[in-house]
């Protein structure tokens, strides 16, 4: 991310399931944005960048913030908890990733969102935005780029969402990689998808 961006990178780890659930999380993503303020970053010099579970990290950042940040970047976001788009069916063979079974106690996506003491019926967090951002009111995004596989499971959601996106006036960039994968940016050997998609986030922030 540093060559690409041709920024300085501040990368943070953040307390993970099954030991730590939501929203711890997005606590520990909003002290390194204080963090990163007290170093005297301005809102609008700061780029949010995540892949996966930290693409949606970033957009839970940003609606928790409402900063005016410089753009965000985001590699294959989990924008959504259920998985019901056909592109789940359609790539299930091909994808790493494996569909989100909430109700399922063992699946990580549960491990993350229902605390131990609690019951599913007890939450709410299919239609909570800063969980599932396909339902977040996207008034006053900042310029955001979203790169994903043309094959990756979860390319419906990462479709609909940026839709929803547009439709409510903000500036976002989908790209899709033919016959890529999730996270595709993250892998070796070097290929020409991926110098292409490094490229591009150097553009993006840079035009």
Request: glycine share 4%; net charge negative.
């Amino acid at each position: 991310m540093a060559r690409a961006s041709q920024m300085r990178v501040l990368g943070f780890s953040y307390r993970l399931a099954p030991t730590h659930t939501y929203p711890v999380p997005l606590y520990d993503a909003y002290m390194a944005y204080k963090h990163v303020r007290y170093m005297g970053y301005a809102d609008t010099q700061i780029v949010v960048a995540g892949d996966s579970a930290g693409g949606n990290l970033a957009l839970a950042l940003w609606q928790l913030t409402r900063a005016t940040f410089h753009a965000l970047v985001l590699f294959s976001p989990r924008v959504d908890v259920v998985s019901f788009r056909q592109s789940w069916k359609t790539y299930n063979h091909i994808d790493i990733l494996q569909a989100y079974d909430i109700q399922d106690p063992v699946s990580p996506i549960h491990q993350l969102l229902v605390p131990n003491n609690k019951s599913l019926s007890d939450l709410d967090v299919l239609s909570d935005p800063f969980v599932a951002p396909i339902h977040a009111d996207f008034t006053g995004l900042p310029p955001t780029l979203v790169q994903m596989g043309g094959a990756e499971v979860m390319g419906d959601d990462i479709q609909e969402f940026t839709k929803r996106a547009r439709m409510q006036g903000a500036h976002i960039e989908l790209q899709v990689y033919d016959n890529m994968f999730h996270v595709f940016q993250a892998s070796l050997p070097k290929t020409q998808h991926l110098d292409e998609a490094w490229d591009n986030v150097h553009a993006f922030l840079h035009s």
